[in-house]
């Protein structure tokens, strides 16, 4: 391990490349921590430390939303113009033919997404402000016409300065910048989260903290199995000769991963598992009786853990075989099989081969999905039925960011590496 960060810091443009990357996260902690005039700081933390939905907001903006910051709307709006986007991508023709033209179209189909993000980051600004304002704690006070503009305009350049900061950490390819930046928010966390625990720790509550610590070890180490687990499909070149030369001949094997959608589909489920609850106190002190009735139900259905638990398992499942088939094209493997004269043994070239990496992909994607789902509730059933203690159910979904995040990272740095020896050879 040690030889490993000695020789990244030996390669200049690799130890530039981390810096940079510090660098931005560095950044983006310091506007997470200027709080936007007119708020009642104390107040809001309280709301949020009271709301579990709240929580989980809080963990999509990278921890700025709790302090109400320049950047209290994180990277939420992008999140939801990349789901709306992939969605329309399935069903609009023409940017279905888009996303098939390889790096220019998908360049395209990314430019429409950070314009789709803009009227959101508004839209989402404004909702989170009347939120607030209606909450009765006195979190915002009344604010005129320019004043309301003006911290609209600050929350929707917070989230574009984010998504910028985003992309130009993944243009060093140290990771994936929007993913860098939840986990750079929910790390920080931490120390505040073990001052607490000392503060006010009770030795009556000292089986339940012993069990909170092995649940996140075997979270973690759930995590890293389902991530890392793979399914190795052989694959046979056939010989070919070319003047004096033997080309193929080889045998070697497609890895098709368990978890393809990495740790996206949770990202995905907390941000649908949010707007119900968010639309629901929207409107309750709306002046239609029936209005506040039906967002007062709304609010109490998804407060129910047995609902918000069986809610959240589905949407993970769900999304998990939603982006694998966006990212997964047996099809295109099989066509790229086929012009190099690889095939699968006992499997016919073409579409049979497509059909067999599809029905493959399917069951695999079950056990993945299935663990992935299990993974993201086990805090949950731990707190409804051991432990109580309502911060496991946000952990979790932070536990499986954090390692998802770390693994893709030292994945993709070694790969730096790797292609670094190449060259050097």
Known sequence: MLSKIIQIFKIRDLRKSILFVLGMLVLFRLAAHVPLPGVDVEALRDLFSSNQILGLLNIMSGGAMRSFSLVAMGIGPYITASIIMQLLTMIVPALEELSKEGESGHQKINQYTRLLAVPLAVIQSYSMIILLQRSGRGIIGVLGPYQMLLMIATLAAGTMFLMWIGELITEKKIGNGISLIIFAGIVSQIPTSIQQLVVTFDRSQLIN???FAGLAVITIAGVVYITEAQRNIPVSYAKRVRGNKMYGGTNTYLPLRVNQAGMIPIIFAISIILLPSMIAQFFQRANSVWMVKAAGFVIELF???????????????????????VIFHPHQIAENLQRQGGFVPGIRPGNPTASYLGKVSQRIM???????????????ISKVFFTGIGSLVIGGASILIVVSVVLETVKQIEAQLEMREYEGI
């Open 303 to 325: 407060q129910n853990q047995l609902f918000y638990g069986i809610s959240y398992f589905v949407l993970v499942v769900a999304f998990t075989y939603f982006y694998t088939s």
């Open 209 to 211: 903290m012993l069990f």
């Open 366 to 380: 079950l056990a993945g999905a299935m663990s992935l789902g299990l993974i993201a509730v086990l805090p949950l």
